[in-house]
């Protein structure tokens, strides 16, 4: 990967895990839970839970494990 285009992907990850996060936080619209404090904490910790593995994944286990191809090393993280 090119640093050409790093802060995009950055960008790209992050809004793609805002959209997954609303889409989890979405039904619980019914209890007037949406616009108050408590779900933009809620929300904020759900992105946090979704970027967390993601970044954990790309930056310590692929270059690793899976760019050096120790790949049963690699599997038991999942």
Known sequence: MGK???IL???LLVLL???IALNYATPYEQYGFIGSPIFVVYFIGLIFTYLLPAYFNFYFLIPRYLRKKKYLAYFPYY
């Open 9 to 11: 992907r950055h960008v």
């Open 17 to 19: 895990m805002c959209i």
């Open 4 to 6: 050409r285009f790093r």
